[in-house]
Structure formats: C-alpha cells, structure tokens
C-alpha cells in the first residue's frame, strides 16, 4: 500500500514521525510544539527499544528532526535539499544546528525523517558528509534516514 505523505501537512507528518519513534526508540520521545525547534522536532534520552537493533540499542541523546515536502516524486538529492558545499540548503541549514548540539553534548544519534526518496548514493553522502573530523570514524553524528 502506498500513501502519499505529500498531503499531510507538516504538523501531521512530524505527529506521525513522533509516533514511530515511539514505537523505535520508546514511549518517553518527546515531541516539541510549533515553533523554532534549534534543529530537532523530537528528543529520546536513554536505551532505545529497537533501533537500530534489540541486540545492539542506540544509548544516550538522540534527536529528532522531521523534513516534509508536498512535492511529489521529490528526493534527498533535490539541489534545495542538499548539496555538499551550499549552506542555504535544508540540510545544509540544519548542519549549524546538529554541530552546536553535539559540542554541548546535547547529541549522540540523530534521525532524520522525510517524506523524499532516497537513493543509494545520497545516502552515502549524506552519512558520510563532515563538518570537521570530529569522532572516531571523522562523522560529526550518526544518522538514520527514514
């Protein structure tokens, strides 16, 4: 069964977004109201339930953040949405946001959520992409697109 997202406002698909992390991550995600959310829309602190496995749980912060489009057919790879070297793109906007909540330990996991398609090699990018070389791996965070 397909459902086009598209036609949920964003208020609507954040509340869905909250509702499977619930499920994800545990009943105690917090939802944020409308408004400037400083780079996350949800926040779990402790042992996730299920993801990204029963055997192996995401421990500590994890933030929330939910990106809808009305567009159709829209994807990760959209110019506006992100581009490694433009910082007036969503994700680039966002990038600021997760960098000053990691460097006040705000931060261990981030998820992002979108209604956009995501190919194979957006999502390597978009995981891989560095701000600087900061943790083992030169990561700034780890990231769950859904």
């Not at 509340?15 to 619930?22: K, R």
């Not at 400037?36 to 933030?63: C, M, N, Q, Y």
Request: net charge neutral; with cysteine.
């Amino acid at each position: 069964m397909k459902y086009a997202y598209e036609d949920l406002s964003p208020e609507q698909f954040e509340t869905l977004v909250v509702f499977l992390c619930q499920q994800l991550l545990g009943i105690s995600v917090q939802g944020f109201s409308k408004g400037p959310d400083v780079g996350r829309d949800a926040k779990f602190v402790g042992t996730a339930e299920l993801h990204p496995s029963k055997s192996a749980p995401w421990i500590g912060t994890v933030i929330v953040q939910a990106k809808h489009t009305n567009g159709v057919n829209r994807t990760f790879s959209d110019a506006e949405f992100f581009s490694g070297t433009a910082s007036d793109t969503v994700i680039g906007k966002e990038l600021p946001r997760i960098k000053s909540l990691k460097e006040k330990s705000a931060l261990d996991h981030y998820m992002l959520f979108s209604n956009r398609r995501l190919a194979g090699n957006a999502d390597e990018t978009i995981r891989g992409y560095r701000l600087h070389d900061e943790g083992p791996d030169g990561r700034l965070f780890k990231m769950a697109a859904w």
